[in-house]
């Protein structure tokens, strides 16, 4: 399986290229040259397989350049910090289910991806001889998913900026808890786009970002896209009968469009999916693309900060990827979008009724005051406490309910990692665990530095790790 540029204008790269690089070269996104496709009697035999049995499955559909045995070994460890059935489901009635994608070390669904991506990458980086010094800007949830994927790697240094003084309790914990000669988190004196425009910055050095193997494991990253894909069919076949050709929904609270991309990729694979809903809070870019076809990103000032802090985006990274197949696979009509974005917005509401006839997309937006009353209604009707993205989307899965047609909601985070919504929403304050209180107590590692590109080149090229030239 090759890679492709959605703008059509680089070489063709293999799995393990593609996951080394950002962008490619042209400015768009590696994509599948085409789709792998999954029958019905391959879906079944599937059923029995256990979590990493059937990651090592899919993924392989993809990752053709890595020998199966060492795909398997990888996903295995990749997996071990999870609970055996690694995505468990659960009903919370009115015909939803949750998908617990939340049961990694950092309590948000990125560890699934995330935990792969360390693996592979470390794989492909002694395989080549190299080291990658992972450089990345965090306002919580990415950043320590990506340390904690990360760290323990020979190979890999991540040195992670986030604004000081606006992470919440817990976040800070979670990250600067880590005691490891390759984290480095660097709280940078600003706002979350001070530390996203020093990345820029920095990667835009081409000379300073060779010399130094600075890399990015974002969500536009071809490998976190795969790893997520598995989750869509292992929860398809625990919510449908054997033999029974169900169709059933999927609801995914989102912001850079990373998580229902490998739920529309799961579709276009032949995964019964009947719709695919996206849901936003105050941020609803998405939501306004998909209700009239006309893309608008907002600017930093126009970006509210919500009680869902991680789905508060700008733009959407991974929208690329969609526009790519509604085209029909023409790069050359991708190209024109992102021509015409430059005057701020593009434009396909003349193809908007395909989204949900062809696609399956449909959306919605919840605000803060949906997101409490909908945490207060499911603590009520079923005792269980939903953190508030996974509320978002719980709130817009209610209007796309179907009767006969099981609706299926991402549990994007836990609610530990929020409480204070909790607290507004029900009153309730929730205990941490054993080991998570260890965590909140535990000594902080953190360098603290201005918002100034040269102090942080300066940094980085002190403690990167080096190319051993042999
Ligand atoms: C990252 C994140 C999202 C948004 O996912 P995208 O892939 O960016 O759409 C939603 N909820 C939580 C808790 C997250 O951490």
Same mark, same amino acid.
């Given at each position: 399986?090759?890679?492709?540029?959605?703008?059509?204008?680089?070489?063709?790269?293999?799995?393990?290229?593609?996951?080394?690089?950002?962008?490619?070269?042209?400015?768009?996104?590696?994509?599948?040259?085409?789709?792998?496709?999954?029958?019905?009697?391959?879906?079944?035999?599937?059923?029995?397989?256990?979590?990493?049995?059937?990651?090592?499955?899919?993924?392989?559909? *993809?990752?053709?350049?890595?020998?199966?045995?060492?795909?398997?070994?990888?996903?295995?460890?990749?997996?071990?910090? !999870?609970?055996?059935?690694?995505?468990?489901?659960?009903?919370?009635?009115?015909?939803?289910?949750?998908?617990?994608?939340?049961?990694?070390?950092?309590?948000?669904?990125?560890?699934?991806?995330?935990?792969? #991506?360390?693996?592979?990458?470390?794989?492909?980086?002694?395989?080549?001889?190299?080291?990658?010094?992972?450089?990345?800007?965090?306002?919580?949830?990415?950043?320590?998913?990506?340390?904690?994927?990360?760290?323990?790697?020979?190979?890999?240094?991540?040195?992670?900026?986030?604004?000081?003084?606006?992470?919440?309790?817990?976040?800070?914990?979670?990250? !600067?808890?880590?005691?490891?000669?390759?984290?480095?988190?660097?709280?940078?004196?600003?706002?979350?786009?001070?530390?996203?425009?020093?990345?820029?910055?920095?990667?835009?050095?081409?000379? !300073?970002?060779?010399?130094?193997?600075?890399?990015?494991?974002?969500?536009?990253?071809?490998?976190?896209?795969?790893?997520?894909?598995?989750?869509? *069919?292992?929860?398809? #076949?625990?919510?449908?009968?054997?033999?029974?050709?169900?169709?059933?929904? !999927?609801?995914?609270?989102?912001?850079?469009?990373? %998580?229902?991309?490998?739920?529309?990729?799961?579709?276009?694979?032949?995964?019964?999916?009947?719709?695919?809903?996206?849901?936003? %809070?105050?941020?609803?870019?998405?939501?306004?693309?998909?209700?009239?076809?006309?893309?608008?990103?907002?600017?930093?000032?126009?970006?509210?900060?919500?009680?869902?802090?991680?789905?508060?985006?700008?733009?959407?990274?991974?929208?690329?990827?969609?526009?790519?197949?509604?085209?029909?696979?023409?790069?050359?009509?991708?190209?024109?979008?992102?021509?015409?974005?430059?005057?701020?917005?593009?434009?396909?509401?003349?193809?908007?009724?395909?989204?949900?006839?062809?696609?399956?997309?449909?959306?919605?937006?919840?605000?803060?005051?949906?997101?409490?009353?909908?945490?207060?209604?499911?603590?009520?009707?079923?005792?269980?406490?939903?953190?508030?993205?996974?509320?978002?989307?719980?709130?817009?899965?209610?209007?796309?309910?179907?009767?006969?047609?099981?609706?299926?909601?991402?549990?994007?985070?836990?609610?530990?990692?929020?409480?204070?919504?909790?607290?507004?929403?029900?009153?309730?304050?929730?205990?941490?665990?054993?080991?998570?209180?260890?965590?909140?107590?535990?000594?902080?590692?953190?360098?603290?530095?201005?918002?100034?590109?040269?102090?942080?080149?300066?940094?980085?090229?002190?403690?990167?790790?080096?190319?051993?030239?042999?």
């Amino acid at each position: 399986m090759n890679y492709i540029s959605t703008r059509g204008g680089a070489e063709p790269l293999t799995f393990s290229e593609a996951l080394l690089e950002g962008l490619a070269p042209d400015g768009g996104l590696a994509v599948p040259a085409a789709l792998p496709e999954v029958d019905g009697e391959t879906l079944e035999r599937w059923r029995a397989l256990t979590y990493p049995q059937l990651a090592t499955e899919v993924i392989g559909l *993809f990752a053709t350049d890595i020998p199966r045995e060492d795909l398997a070994r990888m996903v295995a460890a990749a997996y071990e910090p !999870f609970p055996a059935e690694v995505v468990p489901l659960r009903r919370i009635g009115e015909g939803i289910e949750l998908v617990g994608l939340s049961e990694g070390p950092t309590l948000a669904f990125k560890d699934l991806a995330m935990q792969f #991506l360390g693996q592979v990458l470390e794989y492909t980086l002694e395989r080549r001889g190299a080291v990658l010094n992972v450089l990345g800007a965090t306002s919580g949830d990415t950043g320590s998913a990506a340390e904690h994927a990360l760290r323990g790697k020979e190979r890999i240094a991540v040195f992670m900026l986030s604004p000081q003084g606006r992470m919440s309790a817990f976040q800070r914990a979670q990250m !600067f808890s880590l005691n490891d000669p390759h984290i480095h988190n660097i709280a940078i004196d600003g706002v979350f786009d001070d530390c996203q425009n020093l990345v820029k910055q920095l990667a835009g050095d081409l000379q !300073f970002k060779r010399e130094h193997s600075l890399g990015a494991v974002n969500s536009i990253n071809l490998a976190r896209i795969t790893a997520q894909v598995v989750y869509y *069919f292992w929860a398809w #076949l625990r919510a449908t009968d054997a033999g029974g050709w169900t169709e059933l929904s !999927f609801t995914v609270p989102s912001g850079n469009f990373g %998580n229902i991309l490998s739920g529309f990729y799961a579709r276009q694979m032949g995964l019964p999916i009947r719709r695919l809903v996206l849901a936003t %809070n105050e941020n609803n870019v998405l939501d306004e693309f998909f209700r009239t076809g006309i893309y608008r990103p907002r600017g930093a000032a126009e970006t509210l900060a919500t009680s869902s802090p991680s789905m508060d985006i700008s733009k959407a990274s991974n929208l690329e990827r969609f526009i790519f197949e509604l085209a029909g696979r023409d790069a050359a009509r991708v190209l024109a979008a992102w021509r015409e974005l430059e005057g701020g917005s593009f434009d396909f509401s003349s193809e908007q009724p395909r989204f949900a006839e062809e696609f399956g997309l449909v959306s919605g937006t919840s605000t803060h005051a949906d997101r409490l009353a909908t945490i207060r209604s499911v603590h009520e009707a079923s005792g269980d406490i939903i953190d508030p993205h996974t509320a978002d989307g719980v709130k817009v899965a209610r209007e796309y309910v179907e009767p006969g047609v099981p609706m299926l909601v991402l549990e994007t985070a836990k609610p530990q990692k929020f409480a204070e919504t909790i607290r507004e929403a029900i009153g309730v304050d929730l205990e941490l665990s054993p080991e998570l209180g260890e965590m909140m107590a535990a000594p902080q590692h953190v360098v603290e530095m201005a918002n100034d590109a040269r102090a942080l080149q300066d940094y980085i090229a002190s403690s990167a790790l080096r190319q051993v030239v042999q």
